[in-house]
């Protein structure tokens, strides 16, 4: 069984960048499609934010393109998040987790939340 | 991309079943068989329950069932119970390996 947790600041300020780790256990790194990023604002639903593969061709949402970057590290069984010139929209729960071949959201890490204020 | 449509709640006593809608577009549900609906319990992360439209992960009772038609995904929940009760997401494939989520139904269990 596969275990996510995020790791990371839980408070930027404006215009900066939010940077996420996630770090994987409980299971072999190379048995994985993707590795992918989703967020919730409060209160709000699910966002894909994108993904990445064990050769760092990476996937993302059209709407985040150009403020995210993706990376793996399959050395140290982490894989990260950054998202450039944050705004307050951009407060919310971010999770790290494992897809499939065809999007499917197989397991989730427990969510850091990251606030967004100046 | 945008966003899947779900009704924003949806209710039913022990034991009655309920369906819940996801309403996508040609570019997503209508054209792939890959929806996928998870369960978030107040305060906790998702968990997948259904993944190509109508399987089910191991551990994942029956009650739950899924199926689509055209632009349109359903999941059913037979025969509900007071656990059921938490916020359902669904999901699909929009091709070149992106995702798209609906905006999540709150389902009470009266």
């Known amino acids: 069984q596969v275990i996510l947790k995020e790791s990371g600041p839980g408070l930027v300020k404006t215009s900066e960048t939010l940077s996420l780790t996630c770090t994987v256990s409980?299971?072999?790194?190379?048995?994985?499609?993707?590795w992918g990023w989703i967020r919730q604002s409060p209160g709000k639903g699910l966002v894909w934010i994108g993904s990445?593969?064990?050769?760092?061709?990476?996937f993302c949402s059209p709407s985040l393109v150009g403020r995210v970057t993706l990376y793996i590290d399959m050395s140290m069984r982490q894989f990260y998040l950054n998202l450039t010139s944050v705004t307050a929209a951009d407060t919310a729960l971010y999770f790290c987790?494992?897809?499939?071949?065809?999007?499917?959201?197989?397991?989730w890490g427990q969510g850091s939340l990251v606030i967004v204020s100046s | 991309q945008s966003a899947l449509t779900q009704p924003p709640s949806a209710s039913g006593s022990p034991g009655q079943s309920v369906t819940i809608s996801c309403t996508g577009s040609?570019?997503?549900?209508?054209?792939?068989?890959?929806v996928s609906w998870y369960q978030q319990p107040p305060g906790k992360a998702p968990k997948i329950i259904i993944y190509?439209?109508?399987q089910r992960p191991s551990g994942v009772p029956d009650r739950f069932s899924g199926s689509k038609s055209g632009n349109t995904a359903s999941l059913t929940v037979s025969g509900l119970l007071a656990e059921d009760e938490a916020d359902y997401f669904c999901?699909?494939?929009?091709?070149?390996?992106?995702?798209?989520f609906g905006g999540g139904t709150k389902l009470t269990v009266l």
């Open positions: 999901s699909s494939y929009a091709g070149a390996n992106i995702v798209v």
């Open positions: 040609s570019s997503d549900i209508g054209s792939y068989k890959h």
């Open positions: 987790a494992t897809v499939g071949p065809w999007g499917s959201v197989d397991s």
């Open positions: 190509e439209v109508n």
């Open positions: 409980g299971h072999s790194f190379g048995d994985v499609y993707f």
């Open positions: 990445i593969d064990d050769r760092a061709n990476t």
